[in-house]
T-cell receptor, first 113, second 115 residues
Framework: EAGVVQSPRYKIIEKKQPVAFWCNPI?????LYWYLQNLGQGPELLIR????????DSQLPKDRFSAERLKGVDSTLKIQPAELGDSAVYLC???????????FGPGTRLTVL | GNSVTQMEGPVTLSEEAFLTINCTYT??????LFWYVQYPGEGLQLLLK?????DKGSNKGFEATYRKETTSFHLEKGSVQVSDSAVYFC??????????????FGKGTHLIIQP
């Protein structure tokens, strides 16, 4: 079974530029999560989807961050415009509703210059 | 709210030494508890989990017991190997609200095993 796929693995941009990250969850998983992991810290939840519905986006900075999950499968997380403080690893995870195990992708390491 | 506190690293041990990484938590409701491991250059992998008080999770020689009375989930291994060098994260999900909530993680503990 293929794992969670994320792309790109690495991204370097200049501040004020837009950036997008893509995630393909494990087949059959209807929950999808985006986490932010700063250097030396544990991941922090940004947004949680059940199918195509964002059921918890309370930690998503909506002034510059947006996310979508069309058709309840793949998801895209966007930052516009990026700031220096957005440099971090963005992790995607998936799972099944009413189960508590989440499976993580390799992450996208963003560097904002 | 929920929070997880784990011992700060790096923790440096010799091969075959006994390992303990402490983890305590604060949560409303009845959380499930997890240890995730992140090997160099790789993503987070589930190491073990426990879903209720007194449950013991185990995998690859690692163990952790869900202690409700001390709100702890300490990770142990009897004899570590160089290949266990990684960052270990303690985490919880609060099950009181139902559904598949987001994980709350500790800051991670960097474990270094020397030959």
């Amino acid at each position: 079974e293929a794992g969670v796929v994320q792309s790109p693995r690495y991204k370097i941009i200049e501040k004020k530029q837009p950036v997008a990250f893509w995630c393909n969850p494990i087949s059959g998983h209807n929950t999808l999560y985006w986490y932010l992991q700063n250097l030396g810290q544990g991941p922090e939840l940004l947004i949680r989807y059940e199918n195509e519905e964002a059921v918890d986006d309370s930690q998503l900075p909506k002034d510059r961050f947006s996310a979508e999950r069309l058709k309840g499968v793949d998801s895209t997380l966007k930052i516009q415009p990026a700031e220096l403080g957005d440099s971090a690893v963005y992790l995607c995870a998936s799972g099944r509703v009413a189960t508590d195990t989440q499976y993580f992708g390799p992450g996208t390491r963003l560097t904002v210059l | 709210g929920n929070s997880v506190t784990q011992m700060e690293g790096p923790v440096t041990l010799s091969e075959e030494a006994f390992l303990t990484i402490n983890c305590t938590y604060t949560a409303t409701g009845y959380p499930s508890l997890f240890w995730y491991v992140q090997y160099p250059g790789e993503g987070l992998q589930l190491l073990l989990k426990a879903t209720k008080a007194d449950d013991k999770g185990s995998n690859k020689g690692f163990e952790a017991t869900y202690r409700k009375e001390t709100t702890s989930f300490h990770l142990e291994k009897g004899s570590v190997q160089v290949s266990d060098s990684a960052v270990y994260f303690c985490a919880l999900i609060n099950n009181s609200g139902g559904g598949a909530d987001g994980l709350t993680f500790g800051k991670g503990t960097h474990l270094i095993i020397q030959p």
